[in-house]
């Protein structure tokens, strides 16, 4: 097998990271794009000029499946576009262009004409659109739509917060809160990276609302009181996306130094890092088991690769795990010891920590461990290396669980 390099058969490994599935290759710098899902699949639409050409590219995957067919459309397009958006409602996009001209384009199967414009009377950074209202915000320079933001700062990015009915507009230098059906300022958070702030996203569950800055921390905020809950570091340059998955507890980020890192949000702590190597300018989820990264010339689609569920946190790395059977009545335990020197007994069925032993002057790391079950006395022994053994009597907190 290693004399024949070139045989070896990549089919035989697995990786447990994020799988690369798609490349989408462009033929010049990507300039801004949009990614939305129709009936027909995964649409990608990227702005680029061509030569003196501007041209919208439309990639329309039937699946993000390995292998999926791939169909590529490019149209011409008049202006070059700074920011744009796709409306379902009307199946068209919406365009701003380095004119200062607003124009609304068909869909593809229109060929991508434009049939709207209007000028605007200064620059646009950032689109949102409210499926519920069937609005789209505007970010510029002093003003969101209607509501004006004091010292023209620049709107760089807008959430849309349904639950609490509000705008979140992000600035380099605050976050302003805008109720979207009185466009009034409900509230105002001061930047407070160590850099201009970049991007932002809402995680529901526990309603935070995170934010990413130039200087590479994620910042972790309570979405009704606005108090700061946890700091995540990790990045070493700009953070360019956030985003949060719909069904388990984890963020995703994504950086100018190159790499995806997703987090978790049950324990705060990373849970992986994928490096891509080139500048990643914008990252979004697709569905609960694909994203995809927008290089300089790329955009890249990868599966999460999720052939495993999280069981159960542990803030420690575990050397031993074994599941004790339950016997005449008593209830199974999957017993594991940590290198902090804990024990921790967990529910086979649910997950949940049941029990935590803490570290004992005597306790070593690397026990061979094993768990019985008495009628009369519900002990845990522990068998260390050395034939010894240590009693631990749990009778009332496994009566209490």
Avoid at 15 to 41: D, E, V, W
Avoid at 59 to 74: D, I, Y
Avoid at 157 to 186: C, F, H, P, S, W
Avoid at 279 to 287: D, H, N, P, V
Wanted: aromatic share 12%; hydrophobic share 35%; proline share 2%.
């Amino acid at each position: 097998m290693l004399k024949n390099v070139e045989k070896f058969d990549d089919s035989m490994t697995l990786y447990y990271g994020p799988q690369l599935y798609h490349t989408l290759r462009h033929p010049a710098h990507i300039k801004c794009m949009t990614h939305f899902t129709s009936n027909i699949g995964e649409n990608f639409v990227s702005h680029y000029r061509l030569g003196t050409q501007d041209q919208l590219g439309v990639w329309t995957l039937k699946s993000v499946e390995r292998g999926a067919k791939c169909e590529n459309q490019r149209f011409n397009i008049t202006g070059e576009v700074k920011a744009f958006l796709f409306i379902p409602k009307h199946r068209a996009y919406m365009c701003f262009c380095s004119d200062l001209v607003m124009r609304m384009y068909t869909d593809v199967h229109s060929n991508c004409t434009e049939s709207w414009s209007q000028q605007c009377l200064t620059t646009v950074r950032c689109m949102a659109y409210n499926r519920e209202t069937d609005d789209v915000y505007v970010g510029g320079v002093g003003v969101l739509q209607k509501w004006k933001i004091s010292g023209a700062e620049w709107v760089i990015d807008i959430k849309v917060d349904t639950r609490n009915k509000q705008l979140m507009a992000v600035t380099y230098e605050g976050i302003y809160v805008v109720n979207y059906e009185t466009m009034k300022q409900t509230h105002h958070l001061e930047n407070r990276h160590g850099n201009s702030l970049r991007c932002c996203c809402f995680y529901k569950d526990r309603e935070y609302f995170i934010t990413g800055g130039g200087d590479g921390a994620i910042k972790v905020w309570n979405a009704v009181v606005f108090t700061q809950v946890h700091v995540f570091y990790g990045h070493h340059d700009v953070i360019t996306a956030l985003q949060t998955h719909k069904t388990d507890p984890l963020l995703f980020s994504s950086s100018l130094d190159g790499s995806v890192q997703i987090w978790r949000m049950d324990n705060f702590s990373k849970f992986m890092r994928l490096d891509l190597g080139d500048k990643i300018y914008s990252m979004k989820l697709i569905g609960d088991e694909e994203f995809y990264c927008q290089t300089e010339n790329q955009i890249k689609i990868y599966s999460l690769n999720q052939f495993y569920n999280l069981f159960a946190p542990v803030e420690s790395s575990v050397y031993k795990l074994q599941l004790s059977s339950g016997v005449k009545g008593h209830p199974s335990r999957i017993i594991a010891s940590t290198e902090d020197g804990s024990v921790r007994l967990f529910s086979p069925v649910t997950g949940a920590t049941l029990t935590i032993i803490y570290p004992m002057p005597t306790f070593q790391v690397g026990l061979v461990m094993n768990l019985k079950s008495n009628e009369s006395k519900k002990r845990i022994l522990i068998m260390r290396k050395k034939c010894s053994k240590i009693n631990l009597n749990l009778i009332y907190l496994v009566k209490q669980r």
